[in-house]
C-alpha cells in the first residue's frame, strides 16, 4: 500500500514496482508493465507478437531535494492487423519525452513563481529542458486565443530589442489579454490577426490606437463598422514634443544670458501636469518665473493645460465645440509648432471624439507592455520567438515578485 502510494505521488501508474535503490542522492525507481493484454497503439488490435523490449527511463518529481529517476523494460509490439511493429506508450509520460507527466506538472506551476534557472536546479534537469516543457504547456493553452468574444481592442507595437526590431500587440480590453503578436510594426504585421477574427465573426466595437495612419487605414479596411479611438496619452505626447521642440527654440534664438539659462532649466517642467509639479523643489515657482519671461512659451504651455479640460465635457457635442475653439486659438498664435499640431487634431477630430461614445484607451497596453520588459529583464532576452510571444500571450496570468 505504501509503495502503491509512493507511485501516485508521483505520477506512476498502469506499471508495477519492481526495485528500488539510490545512488550519489538519486532516486532510481524500477517498474515493469502490469502484465495486462496488449493491444497495437496504431490501430488498437489485440493480434499481436511480442517483439521483446525497450530500456527507458523518465525523470519523476524530486523527493525532498533528491531527483527521481523512474526506468521500465517497455514492450514491443508486431502487430498482424496493420502489419507494424511499435513501442507500446506508457501511461504516465508521453512519447519521446524523457519526464512523466507528473513531473511536466510540476515544471509548470513553478515556474508561476521562479526563474527558469531556479527550476532547472530544483528538478535536476537542463534550462532546456524547462523551456520546452513550458513551451508546449503555453502553445496548448495560449497559442490560439478564442477571438469571438472580443468586443474593444487596443492596437500598439513595442520595441522588443535594439535595432528597430518590433513586435505588435493587441489587447483584449474587456479581459486585458493580449490575444495576437504579430512580427514587425505597420500594417503588414496585422494580417494574420484580421484572418483568425473574420473566422471567429467577432463583432468589435471600438479599436483604441495611437495616431498611426498604418493602423487607422487597417482597421477601417476590416472592421468597417468598428469606432476608431484616438489614445489621449499619445496625443498629449505629441503636444509635449510640440512644446519642448518651442523651448528649443526660444532657448536657441534668446539673446539675454538670464532668459537662456531660465529656459535651459525647465525642459521637464513645461511638459509635466500642473498638479504633478512639486512644491518642496520650488518647480512651480520655476516655471512661473520661466513663463513670465517668454510669453509665446507662457502662451503654449496655458493652451496645453487647457486642451485637457475637453474630456470635462459632459457630451460629445460640447466637446466638439471646446475642440474647435481650441484649434481656432492655437492657429492665431502663430506659432509654428501650435499650428501643425492644430492641424493634426483637426485631421484626426472623430477618433478623438470617439472616446465619448467609446471611453477606452491604450493605457491598459501600456501596462502590458512593461509587463513584457519586465519579463525580458528577468531572463535577459529570448533567444526563442515563439517561446517569447507564448509567454506574452500568457502575461496577464503572470505574477511578478523580487525572488531573492
Not at 374 to 400: C, P, V, W
Request: aromatic share 10%; charged share 25%; with cysteine.
Amino acid at each position: 500500500m505504501a509503495t502503491n502510494a509512493w507511485y501516485q505521488a508521483l505520477g506512476i501508474y498502469g506499471y508495477q514496482h519492481q526495485s528500488f535503490r539510490q545512488s550519489a542522492g538519486v532516486l532510481f525507481v524500477t517498474v515493469a508493465h502490469h502484465g495486462a493484454e496488449l493491444r497495437c497503439p496504431h490501430c488498437n488490435g489485440t493480434s499481436i507478437i511480442r517483439r521483446g523490449f525497450i530500456h527507458r527511463t523518465w525523470h519523476a518529481p524530486p523527493v525532498g531535494l533528491h531527483p527521481v529517476v523512474v526506468s521500465a523494460q517497455v514492450p514491443r509490439v508486431e502487430c498482424r492487423r496493420c502489419n507494424s511493429t511499435h513501442v507500446v506508450p506508457v501511461p504516465f509520460a508521453s512519447p519521446g519525452r524523457s519526464y512523466t507527466h507528473s513531473f511536466e506538472r510540476m515544471v509548470v506551476e513553478l515556474r508561476r513563481s521562479m526563474t527558469l534557472k531556479d527550476v532547472a536546479r530544483l528538478m535536476g534537469v537542463s534550462d532546456w529542458t524547462v523551456r520546452d516543457i513550458e513551451k508546449r504547456w503555453l502553445g496548448r493553452r495560449f497559442k490560439k486565443p478564442k477571438l469571438k468574444h472580443l468586443k474593444r481592442l487596443a492596437i500598439d507595437e513595442i520595441s522588443i530589442r535594439k535595432g528597430h526590431v518590433y513586435i505588435t500587440l493587441v489587447l483584449d480590453l474587456e479581459s486585458g489579454a493580449v490575444v495576437f503578436v504579430g512580427d514587425g510594426k505597420g500594417a503588414d504585421a496585422l494580417n494574420p490577426f484580421w484572418k483568425r477574427l473574420k473566422a471567429s465573426h467577432a463583432k468589435v466595437a471600438a479599436v483604441a490606437m495611437d495616431l498611426s495612419a498604418a493602423y487607422r487605414l487597417a482597421v477601417t479596411t476590416h472592421l468597417p463598422e468598428a469606432a476608431i479611438v484616438f489614445d489621449w496619452f499619445h496625443i498629449v505626447k505629441l503636444l509635449n514634443d510640440k512644446l519642448t521642440a518651442l523651448r528649443r527654440d526660444l532657448y536657441r534664438n534668446a539673446t539675454d544670458k538670464e532668459q537662456r539659462q531660465v529656459l535651459k532649466g525647465i525642459r521637464w517642467l513645461i511638459i509635466k501636469r500642473s498638479d504633478n509639479l512639486n512644491d518642496e523643489t520650488n518647480e512651480s515657482e520655476r516655471l512661473e518665473e520661466a513663463l513670465s519671461l517668454n510669453a509665446p512659451l507662457a502662451l503654449a504651455y496655458y493652451l496645453k493645460e487647457e486642451l485637457e479640460w475637453m474630456f470635462q465635457e459632459r457630451t460629445k457635442t460640447r466637446a466638439r465645440r471646446f475642440l474647435e475653439d481650441w484649434i481656432g486659438r492655437a492657429r492665431a498664435t502663430g506659432l509654428s509648432q501650435l499650428k501643425t499640431f492644430a492641424r493634426t487634431l483637426e485631421t484626426h477630430a472623430e477618433g478623438i471624439l470617439s472616446w465619448f461614445d467609446h471611453p477606452i484607451s491604450t493605457g491598459p497596453l501600456e501596462g502590458t507592455n512593461n509587463k513584457i520588459k519586465t519579463m525580458k529583464r528577468q531572463a535577459y532576452g529570448y533567444r526563442d520567438q515563439e517561446y517569447f510571444k507564448l509567454r506574452i500571450l500568457a502575461i496577464h496570468e503572470s505574477n511578478y515578485r523580487l525572488i531573492g
